[in-house]
């Protein structure tokens, strides 16, 4: 089975810009969620979905925000970029709890 | 304080060592993962648990509910086993789910 996809692997963007990552889960895969990694802040979880459906949201602005389609791909957006989103964006598929991550996306903003 | 606490932050060891790492928690929790980070930022998992123990291969980790504690062995440390072991727990009548120790860098010497 292939593994979790996530598209792009690196990005550049600047301050006030906004940007969005795809994820593609693992084949019969349901849930999809979202986390941000920072030298900081360490691995902070975003948001879940579920059948097209959001089902838990982590401690962040609205800025933050995301999607899936029905074929369980996600993308998530940020918009109006600022300087501490400089990130890397993971995302995970599950059955059950289990998470399998993707490589992530590495966000340099600038 | 921390939600999630793991120790130690850095651990140095002479291969073959028998390596012990810490997550305690705070929090009701539903299930505990423990995840290992690479350079370059894939996050493998690596167990599951709700109670108990589990092994593969020359990975333990014990989980104890009563006392909110779990524990990763590493028993005949390889240079191999490098990396970022991170601690993560799933959280009971949350919104926010999931959320992560910071992490316990380890290095193997040859």
């Known amino acids: 089975k292939a593994g979790v996809t996530q598209t792009p692997r690196y990005l550049i963007k600047t301050r006030g810009q906004q940007v969005t990552l795809s994820c593609s889960p693992i084949s019969g895969h349901r849930s999809v969620s979202w986390y941000q990694q920072t030298p900081g802040q360490g691995l902070q979880f975003l948001f879940e979905y579920f059948s097209e459906t959001q089902r838990n949201k982590g401690n962040f602005p609205g800025r933050f925000s995301g999607r899936q389609f029905s074929n369980s791909r996600s993308e998530m957006n940020v918009s109006t970029l600022e300087l501490g989103d400089s990130a890397l964006y993971l995302c995970?598929?599950?059955?059950?709890?289990?998470?399998?991550f993707g490589p992530g996306t590495r966000l340099t903003v600038t | 304080k921390n939600e999630v606490e793991q120790s130690p932050q850095n651990l140095t060891a002479q291969e073959g060592e028998f390596i012990t790492i810490n997550c305690s928690y705070s929090v009701g929790i539903s299930a505990l993962h423990w995840l290992q980070q690479h350079p370059g930022g894939g996050i493998v998992s690596l167990f599951m648990l709700s109670s108990g123990k589990k092994k593969h291969g020359r990975l333990i980790a014990t989980i104890n509910i009563q006392e909110k504690h779990s524990s990763l062995h590493i028993t005949a440390s390889h240079p191999r086993d490098s990396a970022v072991y991170i601690c993560a727990v799933f959280l009971m009548n949350r919104d926010d789910k999931i959320i992560f120790g910071k992490g316990t860098r380890l290095h193997i010497l040859p």
């Open positions: 995970a598929s599950s059955l059950y709890y289990e998470q399998y």
